[in-house]
T-cell receptor, first 117, second 114 residues
């Protein structure tokens, strides 16, 4: 079974530029997540989709971050404009339905490493 | 605020010995816990999970113990191998903003000495 795919793997941009990340979840996984992982820390949830609808975006900095999942499969995460503190690894994860809500296992992609100069 | 944390940031273990990685959580409402392994340059990899209606769960060379009384979680790795070297995160799934959120601890770096 193919895992979660992400691209690009690395990106270097200057502050105030825009950047977009792409994610393709595991086939059949209705739930998709975007996380930000700053060096030395655990991943922090940015946004969660159920099919093409947003379930939780409470921790997404909406003044500069946006995400969409138009057809309920692939997703893109955009940062516009980028700041120095956005330098991090952006992880995408997906999960199949669990036996009950809250028991879904999330499977992560390799991440996109972003460096903002 | 409530959070998931780890007692030890680094752990060095001799190859072949058993490893124990500990994690404390403070949200008594959390009922699902997961251990992830993250190797350098890779995303977190699922190792094992446990639900709050269980005290112990075993996988291949790994065992997770859950003590709800003291809100403590541990990951035991038997016969630790060089390939086990990585950062290990515990995570709890808890309700937030109308959905369940996976909240990660800071991670413990496991180094296996050949």
């Amino acid at each position: 079974e193919a895992g979660v795919a992400q691209s690009p793997r690395y990106k270097i941009i200057e502050k105030r530029q825009s950047v977009a990340f792409w994610c393709n979840p595991i086939s059949g996984h209705a739930t998709l997540y975007w996380y930000q992982q700053i060096l030395g820390q655990g991943p922090k949830l940015l946004i969660q989709f159920q099919n093409n609808g947003v379930v939780d975006d409470s921790q997404l900095p909406k003044d500069r971050f946006s995400a969409e999942r138009l057809k309920g499969v692939d997703s893109t995460l955009k940062i516009q404009p980028a700041k120095l503190e956005d330098s991090a690894v952006y992880l995408c994860a997906s999960s199949p339905p669990g036996t009950r809500v809250g028991w879904e296992t999330q499977y992560f992609g390799p991440g996109t490493r972003l460096l903002v100069l | 605020g409530e959070s998931v944390g780890l007692h030890l940031p680094t752990l060095s273990v001799q190859e072949g010995d058993n490893s124990i990685i500990n994690c404390a959580y403070s949200n008594s409402a959390s009922d699902y816990f997961i251990w992830y392994k993250q190797e350098s340059g890779k995303g977190p990899q699922f190792i094992i999970d446990i639900r709050s209606n269980m005290d112990k769960r075993q996988g291949q060379r790994v065992t997770v113990l859950l003590n709800k009384t003291v809100k403590h979680l541990s990951l035991q790795i038997a016969a630790t191998q060089p390939g086990d070297s990585a950062v290990y995160f515990c995570a709890e799934n808890r309700s937030g903003a109308g959905s369940y959120q996976l909240t990660f601890g800071k991670g413990t770096k496991l180094s296996v000495i050949p």
